[in-house]
């Protein structure tokens, strides 16, 4: 059963980056879009948008365009996002996440999240 | 952007009780609307997919139902394992934009 593993927590600067990768274990998520969605302390959940690894079809939110990269390794079967110009209002845990095509676009399996904060 | 706003943010309720959570979309998603359950420490878990579709091993406790552009979740005879937060989100959009609701917090 296919499970997606995430990197581990990290504390950064403002003004930095930080990459979070999300690997598949135990299957491909090759056919799947990837995608990912951030919950601030307190908060609701806030999609950032998605990878088909497959077509390297990409989709932003429009809040996250031109600071937030999305990639995707079908030979590894990892996926990785990116996020610059770190601010403490991106203090958050971050969550990988497969949609399923087959369920209405569903999203049918999730990482185990990983926290990033962001303190000087 | 379709916007999802859910309501009521928490509520408290007790075991046996019957909930009722509604989400109501911007515009028209057609069937596009899946609910999700939290729990605190932890990644949300699909409940149900396409408005009314149970993910396989959710009890049948659980239900959904639309009227419009108004979707709501019903959790008949709340059980201690059912205090969480729930998430609407659809996925209509194309190009995709998962937004979801703002989430409501059912308490004891």
């Known amino acids: 059963q296919v499970q997606l593993v995430q990197s581990g927590a990290e504390v950064k600067k403002p003004g930095s980056s930080v990459k979070v990768s999300c690997k598949a274990s135990g299957g491909s998520f090759s056919a799947n879009t990837i995608t990912w969605v951030r919950q601030a302390p307190g908060h609701g959940l806030e999609w950032l948008g998605g990878i088909m690894p497959l077509s390297g079809t990409i989709n932003h939110a429009r809040k996250f365009q031109g600071r937030v990269t999305f990639a995707a390794d079908t030979s590894t079967n990892t996926a990785s996002m990116e996020v610059r110009s770190l601010t403490s209002e991106d203090t958050a845990v971050y969550y990988c996440a497969k949609v399923a095509q087959e369920l209405g676009g569903a999203v049918d399996l999730w990482g185990q999240g990983t926290q990033i904060t962001v303190s000087s | 952007d379709i916007q999802m706003t859910q309501s009521p943010s928490s509520l408290s309720a007790s075991v046996g009780d019957k909930v009722t959570i509604t989400c109501r979309a911007s515009q028209s998603i057609s069937n596009f609307l899946n609910w999700y359950q939290q729990k605190p420490g932890k990644a949300p878990e699909l409940l149900i997919y396409a408005t009314l579709t149970l993910k396989t091993g959710v009890p049948s406790r659980f239900s959904g139902s639309r009227s419009g552009t108004t979707f709501t979740l019903t959790i008949n005879s709340l059980q201690p394992e059912d205090f969480a937060t729930y998430f609407c989100?659809?996925?209509?959009?194309?190009?995709?934009?998962?937004?979801f609701g703002g989430g409501t917090r059912v308490d004891i």
């Open positions: 989100q659809q996925s209509y959009s194309n190009p995709p934009n998962l937004s």
